[in-house]
């Protein structure tokens, strides 16, 4: 599988404050990047979604970044807050071939009171 | 609507023994996977089903690992034997089939293995 590298491993945030998460990519076949959010006990769950023909995607407190020639992209949680903590996953995936997901080694959130 | 559905969520085994995971998928979600999810890292792709036929199982440790879909819907997996290193979670998830793959996948709570 091509890597994602995801960076940091981990971060704490104070409420109200942004939480930005790191991810870099090798394959250029790829073309959906989707970001899963995990907690505890429970299995990934997909939280928001980009293609690569835009530069940034919101949905509500939390946004994507995405640089094609860096071959990057990044979420950004604004305002966070202690519900937010969990595990992020980026993860990448060529839609015209596999259907399959590449995933990033993952980023502990800990967002404190 | 119900979710990924997997059995058993906990399993304790010492090496060398064998240890078989069950998955029901969403209703009408042709593609089924299997990933392994090692503590503190991402969750890799052993094997994904297409129905009842095998799309890509090149992660797959074929010497002790083995995986079925024989309906085109339930799946097992198996470990057979257990070595220390596959203690981790076993997490199966399904989708939309190729023709309507949304790029999203529904990922049941897991079965985590711990191998003494």
């Known amino acids: 599988q091509q890597q994602v590298k995801q960076s940091p491993q981990s971060l704490i945030v104070q409420k109200g404050g942004i939480s930005i998460i790191n991810c870099a990519y090798e394959?250029?076949?790829?073309?959906?990047f989707p970001w899963y959010q995990q907690f505890p006990g429970k299995g990934p769950a997909l939280l928001i979604a980009?293609?690569?023909?835009?530069s940034e995607k919101k949905e509500g407190r939390f946004t994507i970044s995405f640089n094609k020639s860096a071959k990057q992209f990044s979420l950004h949680i604004m305002d966070s807050q202690p519900g937010d903590s969990a595990t992020y996953f980026c993860?990448?995936?060529?839609?015209?071939?596999?259907?399959?997901?590449?995933f990033g080694s993952g980023t502990q959130l800990t967002v404190l009171p | 609507e119900a979710g990924v559905a997997q059995s058993p969520r906990y399993k304790i085994i010492e090496k060398r023994q064998s240890v078989a995971f069950w998955c029901n998928p969403i209703?009408?979600?042709?593609?089924l996977y299997w990933y392994q999810q090692i503590l503190g890292q991402g969750p890799k792709l052993l094997i994904q089903?297409?129905?009842?036929?095998?799309?890509?199982d090149s992660q797959l440790p074929k010497d002790r690992f083995s995986a079925e879909r024989l309906k085109g819907v339930d799946s097992t997996l198996k470990i057979q034997p257990a070595k220390l290193e596959d203690s981790a979670v076993y997490l199966c998830?399904?989708?939309?089939?190729?023709?309507?793959?949304?790029?999203?996948?529904?990922f049941g709570e897991g079965s985590r293995l711990t191998v003494l």
């Open positions: 998830a399904s989708s939309f089939g190729i023709r309507r793959w949304t790029g999203e996948l529904f």
């Open positions: 394959n250029t076949a790829f073309d959906y």
């Open positions: 980009i293609r690569p023909d835009v």
């Open positions: 993860a990448a995936s060529n839609m015209g071939s596999a259907r399959q997901l590449t």
């Open positions: 209703s009408g979600h042709a593609t």
């Open positions: 089903f297409q129905n009842n036929g095998v799309v890509d």
